[in-house]
């Protein structure tokens, strides 16, 4: 990280900047360094960060879920099996209640929505310093990590059902079905410039709604995570409880510390978690670890991040199940014959 990022601005200027690939001014191709070098490249510039983890967490959702397919017994099933078997019934009962028609691309489309856009969210929990500074240590400049924070991601998926929208309305009123009701509801033919204005908009707000919702909830939860990060971890040398740490590490405390203290915390958790370790020897546990780790700073900002974590897993739940209910009802709808 430049010392620009050693500044309040500077540091969430860096957690919010994409890596950017693309062509600079002078005709040559490489990564921005800076957002003013990513305007630069203009649009075809490609977001390297918001590609590698989308598709590195649909490859992991497509393994596990293939694996599991091909191990699944016809008895009890197992942790895993049943786990997935839940989420799969659950899909499926969202899409028989709300899509009447018959589309076998519908339910695979559904549950891949669901199950990709939970995993990218997901990514919003992990520490918001340990990737990113983890990375820079190799000579990356930038990286955001949760891929449903950037607005071409998002826009991206959405364009995808609305593609779908209008190919299935095509598909099934046919085009001079689809053009009657882009002109002639809901006032007639005599109103038809007003008629295809309204159902326009109407028409077009679906994706841009569909795609703005999810990124501007995960971006407004991703900001949150650093600015907790910033009032207690003093990882700049402002925050309010920082200055133990900063005492001991200088101005940017060492990835992996973090890393170290995670695994702790974490392992503590996994120990009571399997009945190895007493729920009250946890908590001494984990409150001598985070005292030890970070005194009254870690201690703080843990415990923020913590509650904030544990309220944000119902957003990222509930922002995928949005996203997933929003494109079933928008396909039924263009399922639907002519009014």
């Not at 099933?77 to 997935?84: A, E, L, R, T, Y």
């Amino acid at each position: 990280m430049s010392s620009e990022a050693l500044t309040t601005k500077g540091y969430i200027k860096h957690h919010l900047t994409n890596l950017t690939f693309g062509q600079h001014p002078d005709g040559s191709w490489g990564i921005a360094h800076g957002s003013q070098e990513a305007s630069e490249m203009g649009f075809w510039a490609f977001h390297v960060d918001t590609l590698i983890f989308s598709s590195l967490l649909g490859i992991i959702f497509c393994g596990l879920f293939w694996a599991v397919a091909r191990s699944a017994t016809a008895g009890v099933p197992g942790g895993v099996q049943n786990f997935i078997e839940t989420i799969i019934e659950f899909v499926d009962e969202s899409v028989k209640d709300i899509f009447h028609s018959r589309n076998s691309l519908v339910a695979p489309l559904s549950l891949t929505i669901f199950i990709w856009v939970f995993l990218m969210n997901f990514m919003d929990l992990l520490p918001v310093d340990l990737i990113p500074h983890t990375f820079g240590l190799l000579g990356v400049p930038y990286l955001k990590v949760v891929p449903t924070t950037d607005p071409n991601a998002t826009l991206g998926m959405a364009l995808g059902v609305f593609i779908l929208i209008i190919y299935y309305s095509i598909k099934v009123k046919g085009l001079g079905g689809f053009v009657g009701e882009l002109t002639l509801h809901p006032f007639g033919k005599w109103m038809l410039p007003f008629n295809l204005f309204l159902e326009g908009v109407n028409l077009i707000s679906k994706p841009v709604s569909l795609g703005l919702r999810l990124f501007g909830n995960l971006y407004a939860g991703e900001m949150i995570f650093i600015l907790i990060a910033l009032i207690f971890t003093g990882v700049v040398g402002s925050g309010v409880l920082g200055g133990g740490l900063n005492s001991a590490f200088g101005h940017e405390i060492n990835p992996i510390y973090w890393a170290v203290v995670s695994a702790a915390v974490v392992g503590t958790c996994w120990l009571n978690l399997v009945g190895k370790l007493s729920t009250g020897k946890a908590s001494l546990l984990l409150m001598l670890e985070m005292l030890v780790a970070g005194g009254l700073s870690f201690w703080g900002g843990g415990l923020l991040q913590w509650g904030w974590a544990v309220f944000h897993v119902l957003i990222i739940t509930l922002q995928a199940f949005i996203f997933m209910v929003l494109t079933i009802v928008y396909l039924s709808m263009a399922h639907e014959s002519s009014h």
